[in-house]
């Protein structure tokens, strides 16, 4: 490979997110989605509990001695929607049970351990075992428990927790369709539609209006759809040498998407020629840059709704995690598993 392309994927791998500051309360907050982990390793039955918290622990690269820490790889508003709706203005909306945020919590740990654990089980990245499937059903059972209490009392609650689950459950079964950005996009919405349950039931409990739950939707698609984007831009080098039609690839006219696909099958030689040619066009085009800025648009599209709704929290935090693709492309990488140190 050329060292021009090299060096750029290179320094594709190492784009991130901007580190966010945590206060004390937000890092008890994470802590209660941690322990949420380990209640759920205790439900199990007793013959398979300690072999569920090691393959947990491994599943989440946790390393013990700096505090376990269960979600590591996410990015804080997929939970920290739900610690900033809990601490919402009461003189606007109606002040929230405590267990209606525990329900939050439990829904939300397991939203995220599922999104992770079925794109795994499928891509074959986690063995399809009698563990790994108990886990897995078992997570489902709880998350649609806690969605249970959360949509109680909320005209439409139920039919709202149903119609996002649906869509999770569409978007794993199927791939078709996807053939352009904007349904890339799309589907990738529905793929995270789980983990948008809680945030948009307790903004429906807390004011009773359509339009704040809706922004909240709105607010966390965005969020996620610049983390896909994000993950897209880290993973050129592997998506290209594995065949993988992420959005970068959907950007490419049709001739290059086929460059793209012949690395995969060719030969050796015949597959660094075709990544150079693809690898060309994306520098010659832009298109990482123009990535970029999609990212941060999606950042603030969500910091902006969160800004209106009187969540300046999490608008704070969404901006912060836009700055580095901002600013500069020289900055250096962080590591999001020690970011404020959360699981200590």
Known sequence: MEDKNREFLSSCAKTDFGPIAFSAAEKAFYKRLNAEMISFCRSLPDSVQNDSMFFLLEYSGTNLTDGVDFFANYYAPAWSFIYWLSRGSVSRSKRLRDRLIASAVTSQSMAMLLHSLDDHLMDG?????????????QAWMTMSGAFRTLACGIPGGERTARSFIDAYCWSIQTSKGVNDFESYCTRFKKQMAIGMVAPVLLAMKMTGRAEFARDMETAYGAFGIAWRLLDDIRDIASDIEAGVHSSIYLCLPKDLR?????????????????VNTVVDFILEAG??????????????????I????????LANELRWLARPLRESDTHEPYDKRRTSSLAQ
């Open 125 to 137: 990245q986690v063995s399809v075992t009698p563990l790994s499937l108990l886990l897995r059903s």
């Open 258 to 274: 086929n460059e793209w696909d012949l690395v995969k099958s060719d030969t050796p030689e015949s597959g660094e020629k075709s």
């Open 287 to 304: 298109l990482i840059e123009a990535m970029k800025a999609k990212v941060s648009t999606e950042l603030e599209v969500a910091a902006s």
């Open 306 to 313: 969160a800004e209106k709704r009187d969540l300046p929290g």
